[in-house]
């Protein structure tokens, strides 16, 4: 998978040959730039982005900005890995499965916290 730094040092480079005047390396990294930051590639748009996660663009960019997924302004638009969408999704899901399963009743904290000290009252130890 291409990294959204390797994009980004690309872009950069195009809009320095862009200044210089190099008009065929402007155009071909400008190519390779568009190649690059395609989905196919592993990079969506902020909007596709949240179009998957169920957020708003600007919760996209905030984010990214946090860490939360790793993403970045590529020539002027914000591009974001695709692997950090699908990890948040990976990880929501899971907490819906917790959440399906339910959390214990109050009795049920009782009895562990109860089993966890007769256990260390076996062993000699002394309760917290």
Known sequence: MVKLATVSTLAELEQEMARAGRSAEEAALREAVRALARPARGFLTTGQAAER??????????????????????????????????????????????????????EEIRDLYAQSRRARERQGVAAP
Do not use: H, Q, Y
């Open 53 to 106: 996660l169920g957020v708003s663009i600007p919760t996209v960019k905030r984010w990214i900005e946090r860490g939360t997924l790793d993403g970045g302004p590529v020539e002027g638009r914000w591009l974001v890995a695709t692997e950090s969408v699908e990890r948040i999704l990976r990880v929501r899901e899971v907490l819906r499965a917790l959440d399906d399963e339910g959390n214990p009743t109050p």
